[in-house]
């Protein structure tokens, strides 16, 4: 006869914006260091990374940023980032792992929204030190991060733009 041993998942309840912008500024603390570790390693080859063509240096900058990221959501469900504050991605419909493809989604929505969210502070201290600013790119710029904000408030499990379009969702996960 066989037994079957059925995985409970730990519950969670909606995390909310405060506590996701505080694990995202730790993820981000963490990704700046391990650039600063490749970028360090790469300067042995090239000193100057002159000869080092800037796509290049932008794809291994992605890269690196993709690989930290989709390889944490995709094997563990959160990042070192999101673990001291117990959250956790899951797929919003099954509560599992997501899947290669949904983190990978999620990556570039998230990485959309904080490229806007860069291009928004450097217009407005375009405009602090100048007095004018690029009023198309910084109307255009600063509605990704504010409609993604608006999403976690409006949606009921509190869902980013890209965990919309991911099909994921992020809990603070209950002890057992």
Avoid at 23 to 38: K, N, Q, V, W
Avoid at 43 to 52: E, F, K, R
Avoid at 91 to 111: H, Q, V, Y
Avoid at 128 to 136: C, E, F, M, Q, Y
Wanted: hydrophobic share 50%.
């Amino acid at each position: 006869m066989e037994t079957t041993t059925r995985q409970v998942r730990p519950k969670g309840i909606k995390a909310g914006i405060i506590i996701r912008l505080l694990a995202s500024a730790y993820d981000l603390t963490i990704l700046f260091g391990l650039l600063f570790m490749a970028f360090a390693l790469w300067t042995l080859v090239d000193p100057n990374m002159s000869n080092t063509p800037k796509p290049l240096q932008y794809l291994l900058s992605c890269g690196i940023a993709f690989a930290y990221f989709v390889g944490f959501w995709n094997k563990a469900g959160f990042t070192t980032g999101m673990r001291p504050w117990k959250l956790q991605v899951a797929m919003l419909e099954t509560g599992d792992l997501p899947t290669l493809a949904a983190a990978s989604i999620r990556f570039i929505g998230l990485g959309i929204t904080w490229a806007a969210l860069v291009v928004t502070f450097f217009q407005l201290n375009l405009y602090v030190t100048t007095g004018h600013i690029n009023r198309p790119v910084f109307a255009i710029a600063s509605i990704m991060p504010a409609l993604s904000m608006l999403m976690m408030i409006l949606t009921p499990q509190r869902q980013a733009l890209h965990d919309i379009l991911s099909g994921t969702s992020v809990f603070r996960v209950k002890k057992p």
